[in-house]
């Protein structure tokens, strides 16, 4: 083994122990043998115990860095050699060998996915027959801006940005990488050199990294829509303060929007949750900036690196970008609220060894697996774009370290997964939740409204062998796609009770070999597919013009379409406004969100008029808009009792020396006190669940 191979192997970090002590996760790869992940529909054969595999021992290894660390440096197009390909890289075969037996037609390209690097050989036309929109690769200083004053950008224009552009592919360049006679010496080179004269302004012809990225910028403009700036800033990329990477962030984002105003800035993609005091530090120089409100503290989207944290760890199972980097991004920059700044993963991956002889590798099928599982939690949390890292091999010493494709272009079982998932994931969705069974280690992420139907994600995360009970909608079948690309129809079961179910049997996690804790990968996932993109139909049943007591129940009826019966509705919104006597209309109101009532007692206002509007939601998440929504219209007067004097009683003596007088009653008030304008539920309706938006609700299980 190596020195280099020895770095490559050290760079598996992971965020470990990170509640306690924010120290990094030991990187677990996951995968032990390959299992078929097989849904049976109906009875369930005996659980079996899976075969407890303990970890490898591991080899001595060398303390470096990160996952991608080599790969960084030995881009052998991107090299300091006059822009052009060394000689190695020149004679790799261009013609692909014979196709593997796992190769699958081109599909459509979805636009939420992309690769590291397929400039690696001009493999933009695979990237896009997998299904793949984005390209990530590095735009290194020291290769564009080799002396000072001096830039040539001929070697990105015929092998990244022509090429891409010809395969309908969009780059994401990254910043980074500064030439020697540009350096601040006052700090070590790790990978980069941090650059000089950063406190002087973008602009200044002494400020040569405010320069680069300006000319750099202004070189693309229009044909690079987005530019990271760095890499992985929380470890060994830089090594600088977190402060001067603030200042960075500033000068960076001022000279490209100088030059593209249209240009979108990525913060180079965070590295887990390593070094968090790196982080909150870059961040809260960022937000103390007395400039940064105004330029939306100097990045639009947040860049990150998860690997393999969320899949198989429940300790930080979607921890680390809620609880964390979102989290420390609400504290740290004023102002921001409902997720102002984008988040997209711009590497993940998992590094392969066919033989699956080393522990921190996946075998081939355990990479396939990966891919889905990540893009799949990517999705739930968020992730507006998703880079998988790698597209090829390239530049490995030891075989299969990263690629879906090795450098003859033999396409891995993990390139075929990646066309599966840009087919059968969704490209939008409005919300989803994600349940987690702790007591059996299943996984279930459902997305709704989406452009397929509802279309979920599940997974085994445990030593044994699980039955899994799907809730399903009530749609009479459901598509099942495999990580190979498999699909098949499958029709519910009935439980005793005579309801509907599909029953899966879902094979034991794999990869254990690493971490006896938790897995490096779940089971096989599979994808099933409720297709159902059709919205149903409702409204509020009739009501009076005129009310007369102090509230009205709004009642809602409909049908789920294409189903056609009322059992498919879900959930209800429901929205009010009022009319003051000028007749002006307040905005809409909500009184139910995306609730499971079907029913509401409204309580109005003497002399003032309301509409109401609803709208229902399937079991898929279709919704219909509002502007096809019935508006009911009523006003509430309210009869008030009349006030009915009672008769002075007449006074019979008695033969007492005293007379006992009856004192009249005080007659009721002509104005009765009237209920508070409040929002009274049904009695004995059901309990109300309120789903956001792109925000994650936990469950033991439930839809």
């Known amino acids: 083994m190596t020195a280099q191979h020895r770095t490559q192997l050290a760079n598996l970090l992971i965020v470990a122990a990170l509640v306690t002590s924010c120290q990094s996760l030991n990187p677990r790869s996951p995968n032990a043998a390959s299992h078929a992940a097989a849904a049976v529909p109906g009875a369930v054969s005996g659980v079996v115990n899976a075969a407890y595999v303990p970890p490898t021992a591991m080899p001595a290894v060398e303390p470096f860095a990160s996952y991608a660390a080599a790969s960084w440096q030995r881009n052998d197009r991107m090299r300091e050699q006059g822009g052009g390909a060394n000689t190695e890289a020149a004679s790799v075969p261009s013609v692909p060998s014979a196709p593997s037996a796992n190769t699958r037609a081109a599909v459509a390209q979805n636009p939420k996915l992309g690769m590291n690097f397929a400039n690696y050989f001009n493999m933009y036309p695979e990237l896009?027959?997998?299904?793949?929109?984005?390209?990530?690769?590095?735009?290194?200083?020291?290769?564009?801006?080799?002396?000072?004053?001096?830039?040539?950008?001929?070697?990105?224009?015929?092998?990244?940005?022509?090429?891409?552009?010809?395969?309908?592919?969009?780059?994401?360049?990254?910043?980074?990488?500064?030439?020697?006679?540009?350096?601040?010496?006052?700090?070590?080179?790790?990978?980069?050199?941090?650059?000089?004269?950063?406190?002087?302004?973008?602009?200044?012809?002494?400020?040569?990294?405010?320069?680069?990225?300006?000319?750099?910028a202004t070189q693309f403009k229009g044909r690079i829509k987005a530019w990271e700036v760095w890499n992985e800033p929380n470890i060994?990329?830089?090594?600088?303060?977190?402060?001067?990477?603030?200042?960075?962030?500033?000068?960076?984002?001022?000279?490209?929007?100088?030059?593209?105003?249209?240009?979108?800035?990525?913060?180079g993609g965070i590295f887990h949750y390593q070094n968090i005091g790196n982080i909150q530090g870059i961040l809260r120089a960022l937000g103390q900036d007395p400039e940064g409100p105004a330029n939306n503290y100097?990045?639009?989207?947040?860049?990150?690196?998860?690997?393999?944290?969320?899949?198989?760890?429940?300790?930080?199972?979607?921890?680390?970008?809620?609880?964390?980097?979102?989290?420390?991004?609400?504290?740290?920059?004023?102002?921001?609220?409902?997720?102002?700044?984008?988040?997209?993963v711009t590497e993940t991956g998992i590094r392969v060894r066919e033989d699956g002889a080393f522990p921190e590798f996946a075998t081939l099928e355990e990479q396939a697996s990966y891919v889905i599982a990540?893009?799949?939690?990517?999705?739930?949390?968020?992730?507006?774009?998703?880079?998988?890292?790698?597209?090829?091999?390239?530049?490995?010493?030891?075989?299969?370290?990263?690629?879906?494709?090795?450098?003859?272009?033999?396409?891995?079982?993990?390139?075929?997964?990646?066309?599966?998932?840009?087919?059968?994931?969704?490209?939008?969705?409005?919300?989803?939740?994600?349940?987690?069974?702790?007591?059996?280690?299943?996984?279930?992420?459902?997305?709704?409204?989406?452009?397929?139907?509802?279309?979920?994600?599940?997974?085994?995360?445990?030593?044994?062998?699980?039955a899994y009970d799907f809730p399903l909608t009530d749609l009479p079948s459901a598509l099942v796609v495999e990580q190979d690309g498999r699909t098949y129809s499958i029709l519910p079961s009935l439980d005793s009770q005579s309801?509907?179910?599909y029953r899966f049997v879902l094979p034991p996690a794999q990869n254990w070999r690493w971490n006896r804790d938790y897995c490096q990968v779940p089971s096989k996932p599979l994808i099933i597919v409720e297709r159902d993109t059709a919205p149903p139909v409702g409204e509020i049943l009739p009501i009076p013009a005129v009310i007369t007591s102090t509230d009205v129940l709004l009642s809602l009826s409909g049908r789920d379409e294409p189903v056609g019966n009322a059992t498919g509705l879900r959930w209800w919104d429901l929205q009010y406004r009022v009319f003051q006597p000028d007749g002006q209309a307040s905005g809409w109101s909500f009184l139910l969100d995306r609730?499971?009532?079907?029913?509401?007692?409204?309580?109005?206002?003497?002399?003032?008029?309301?509409?109401?509007?609803?709208?229902?939601?399937?079991?898929?998440?279709?919704?219909?808009?509002?502007?096809?929504?019935?508006?009911?219209?009523?006003?509430?007067?309210?009869?008030?009792?009349?006030?009915?004097?009672?008769?002075?009683?007449?006074?019979?003596?008695?033969?007492?020396?005293?007379?006992?007088?009856?004192?009249?009653?005080?007659?009721?008030?002509a104005t009765p006190t009237l209920a508070p304008r409040q929002y009274l539920p049904m009695l004995n309706a059901p309990p109300s669940i309120r789903l956001m938006p792109n925000k994650l609700r936990d469950s033991m299980g439930g839809g």
């Open 595 to 669: 609730d499971e009532r079907s029913s509401y007692r409204f309580a109005g206002e003497n002399g003032k008029r309301y509409e109401f509007r609803a709208r229902p939601h399937d079991g898929a998440g279709n919704v219909p808009d509002w502007a096809s929504a019935a508006i009911l219209s009523t006003t509430f007067n309210i009869e008030l009792p009349t006030a009915t004097p009672t008769p002075t009683p007449s006074i019979t003596p008695v033969p007492t020396s005293e007379a006992s007088v009856t004192p009249t009653p005080t007659p009721f008030g």
């Open 374 to 466: 990540a893009y799949a939690y990517a999705l739930d949390k968020g992730a507006e774009r998703f880079y998988y890292f790698r597209t090829n091999d390239a530049d490995s010493e030891v075989a299969e370290p990263w690629g879906l494709l090795k450098n003859n272009r033999t396409r891995k079982p993990a390139f075929t997964a990646f066309q599966v998932m840009a087919q059968w994931l969704p490209t939008r969705h409005v919300w989803s939740t994600r349940s987690m069974r702790w007591t059996n280690g299943v996984r279930r992420i459902s997305f709704y409204n989406t452009n397929l139907g509802r279309v979920s994600v599940i997974w085994n995360a445990n030593r044994e062998t699980v």
């Open 128 to 216: 896009r027959e997998a299904g793949g929109s984005h390209e990530r690769v590095e735009f290194a200083m020291k290769v564009l801006n080799p002396a000072p004053g001096s830039f040539d950008y001929r070697t990105y224009e015929d092998q990244v940005v022509g090429p891409a552009m010809r395969n309908n592919i969009e780059v994401l360049g990254i910043l980074a990488n500064p030439t020697d006679w540009a350096a601040d010496r006052r700090y070590p080179k790790l990978h980069w050199w941090v650059p000089a004269n950063l406190d002087l302004a973008w602009n200044d012809p002494q400020n040569h990294w405010g320069q680069f990225v300006f000319r750099t």
């Open 298 to 344: 100097f990045f639009d989207v947040m860049g990150y690196h998860p690997y393999d944290v969320g899949i198989c760890n429940m300790k930080f199972e979607g921890d680390l970008i809620d609880n964390y980097l979102r989290a420390d991004m609400r504290n740290l920059l004023p102002g921001e609220t409902d997720n102002k700044h984008r988040i997209w």
């Open 499 to 501: 309801k509907p179910f």
């Open 236 to 267: 060994e990329f830089w090594s600088g303060p977190p402060e001067l990477f603030a200042r960075l962030m500033k000068v960076s984002y001022q000279a490209i929007k100088a030059a593209d105003p249209n240009a979108i800035v990525v913060l």
